[in-house]
């Protein structure tokens, strides 16, 4: 990483409407916490274009005001540019990451696509399930990992800072 440059990261799942918006607003709360958010600027994108410019989901939005993060993205899907315009490309399941990779423009931009999974400090799951079928445990389970996995990514991030 270059010293006192932004790192730009940007959240992928399905709809944008569960897991990435949820993703970004917990990152962006970490970041917020430790001033650091204007070094490590959040977005967060869908790989399926239907929601776009909705709120993220009711259920969603929810759970995660009731820990103190207030979801207000509005979905749109990845663009071309967003392989040019972030350094890091999170995919919430390898349904994400696969359709990610395929997307991808060039070999180098492919290398900037990771799994949230691999920020998971403490759980057994290995990917980030969605929760649009699933009941309100889905969503307090989705928001445990993404928690473990953002608090992980943003000390690895400010661990490789160099000032
Ligand atoms: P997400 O959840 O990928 O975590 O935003 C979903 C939301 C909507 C749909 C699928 C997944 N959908 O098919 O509408």
Redesign the pocket.
């Known amino acids: 990483m270059t010293s006192k440059g932004k790192y730009r990261i940007l959240f992928v799942?399905?709809?944008?409407?569960?897991?990435?918006p949820a993703a970004e607003g917990i990152f962006r709360a970490i970041t917020d916490a430790h001033g650091m958010t204007d070094r490590f600027p959040a977005d967060s994108a869908?790989t399926?274009s239907?929601?776009r410019g909705d709120l993220p989901?009711r259920r969603m939005r929810r759970a995660a005001s009731a820990r103190g993060y207030e979801l207000t993205h509005r979905a749109r899907p990845v663009s071309m540019s967003d392989f040019f315009d972030f350094d890091l490309i999170i995919a919430?399941d390898d349904s994400n990451f696969t359709d990610l990779m395929h997307l991808a423009p060039s070999v180098e931009t492919s290398r900037k696509i990771k799994r949230m999974a691999d920020y998971f400090t403490g759980h057994s799951f290995d990917y980030v399930p969605?929760?649009?079928y699933m009941g309100q445990d889905g969503f307090e389970l989705v928001l445990d990992l993404l928690e473990d996995a953002c608090k992980n990514l943003f000390e690895t991030l400010a661990g490789q800072v160099q000032d």
């Open positions: 799942c399905l709809g944008n409407i569960c897991r990435s869908g399926y239907g929601h989901d919430m969605d929760p649009y």
